[in-house]
């Protein structure tokens, strides 16, 4: 008779003690019988972050129900906070939740007592909420989250700059609209990244679209600009906007989209024989620059395109490089207020430059929050997906904007997202529960506690 063996547990119960060198002619021995001890301690002050932002209670409200009340035992907001904390924590994939849904301190932030409560939704649980989402679900999630980001800056606002770019994101399965693309060189989605930058300079997620891997740099745009437009208008009908983007959206599909939306832009131009000629005085000044301190030359003119439908004002830096000029172009249709040209043109190449700050944010959005484990079969699961990792960036924004408010001037006001987590998340724990309260005991010796206090007694006004 054939026999079977069984096989290991995934996540065994380890009771074994282990036994290491004496310290002081004392034997040391390590268990994992603690009890009710975190090392995510952090997700307390994470989910008071998403509380000031409002985020969570948002995105589940719009969402649709569509399971048997009778049965439910993890409501919607649960469902979503679970994931989108784990995710800002640091815990990208849903099996982390097999044993993460009796951590004490995701319990508490998904406003759960610690001790007592059922454990959190399971692995499967969680698989299937993110394959029932609707495409309706997804629009609205996308509105609402653009509109929280919105509702958060500041009433003075009067001008804002909307910065997008595409970035890639590599499949290895049969995920719907999983395609190749020749430029990144491999099967991807090519997902579309959208920020907002407000008058403090500093840039905030706004929204993202999960496109097919050989989607043009246009596809999706017109959708994510219109929503963001109208919604900023919303709640500032007068602020000045501007589009911002690289050379990849320097067409007339983009510079249309703008007339239409009445908005302003400061977008790349790929080179042509006819601009090479337009600022052949550019190139030879700055041939002749060659080897200054900056040798730099910036000039402006004007130039239409066949397919543009009027002309449009064209920055040019012109920098000689080994034994060739180089040329970057921009087009704007923003007034030049300088009598100075050459300053003015200098002025609106560097409001342009601008716009790679967004490649940080995307990374920090990819590397950070792992915003690539699109590897659900449906194309709905993956969005919702790219969604909440979202989410979870937009809550870390929170807590970046009030560290540059409480402790400016100091390395913490520009910590990026896993510098933060590795200090505020990452702490280690004992949770008591009695009939009067939960009790969160934290290292005595917990480096970083004055950070605690400093957001503490920033953020509690608008909770109150």
């Known amino acids: 008779m054939k026999t079977t063996s069984k096989k290991a547990p995934l996540t065994p119960e380890y009771t074994q003690e282990l ?198 740099p246009c596809d999706g745009l017109g959708f994510m600009v219109r929503r963001a437009v109208a919604e900023l208008r919303r709640r500032f009908p007068d602020v000045q906007i501007i589009l911002r983007a690289d050379g990849a959206y320097g067409c007339q599909e983009v510079l249309g989209l703008c007339e239409r939306l009445k908005i302003d832009f400061i977008l790349g131009l790929k080179g042509n024989a006819r601009l090479h000629e337009l600022c052949s005085a550019a190139q030879t000044r700055a041939a002749v620059r060659h080897g200054f301190v900056d040798d730099r030359v910036f000039a402006q003119f004007s130039y239409q395109a066949k397919v543009w439908s009027q002309a449009q004002r064209v920055i040019v830096k012109a920098q000689a490089q080994a034994n060739e000029v180089k040329c970057r172009y921009v087009v704007t249709n923003l007034p030049c207020n300088s009598f100075d040209e050459a300053a003015q043109a200098e002025d609106m190449y560097g409001q342009y430059c601008g716009r790679g700050e967004q490649e940080n944010r995307i990374k920090e959005l990819k590397l950070d929050l792992e915003s690539g484990r699109t590897s659900c079969s449906s194309y709905k699961a993956n969005q919702f997906r790219l969604i909440l990792h979202l989410a979870a960036c937009m809550v870390w924004n929170v807590v970046q904007q009030g560290l540059r408010k409480v402790a400016h001037g100091s390395d913490w006001a520009d910590f990026q997202v896993k510098s933060l987590r590795e200090r505020l998340i990452k702490l280690g724990a004992r949770v008591v529960q009695s009939s009067r309260r939960v009790v969160m005991h934290a290292s005595s010796s917990y480096p970083h506690a004055h950070i605690w206090h400093l957001l503490y007694d920033h953020w509690r006004p608008s909770l109150c």
């Not at 970035?167 to 989605?189: E, I, K, S």
């Open 19 to 216: 036994k290491f060198a004496a310290i002081a002619g004392k034997p040391v021995v390590v268990d994992f019988k603690g009890g009710e001890i975190t090392s995510d301690g952090g997700l307390c002050l994470f989910s008071e972050a998403d509380k000031v932002l409002g985020l969570s209670s948002a995105l589940s409200s719009v969402l649709t129900e569509w399971r048997a009340q009778s049965k439910v035992v993890h409501d919607m907001k649960s469902l979503l906070a679970q994931r989108m904390f784990a995710i800002g924590a640091g815990y990208a994939d849903c099996n982390d939740h097999k044993t993460l849904r009796r951590d004490p301190a995701l319990k508490m932030a998904c406003d759960k007592a610690p001790i007592d409560s059922p454990d959190l939704a399971s692995q499967p649980t969680l698989s299937r909420f993110e394959n029932h989402v609707s495409k309706r679900d997804l629009v609205r999630l996308a509105i609402a989250q653009g509109r929280c980001m919105i509702e958060k800056l500041p009433s003075a606002t009067r001008r804002i700059i909307l910065d997008v770019d595409a970035t890639d994101d590599a499949a290895h399965g049969a995920q719907q609209l999983v395609m190749f693309n020749g430029y990144y060189a491999h099967r991807c989605y090519c997902p579309l990244l959208l920020h907002m930058t407000p008058e403090d300079g500093k840039q905030r997620p706004l929204g993202a679209l999960l496109r097919a891997g050989n989607a043009g």
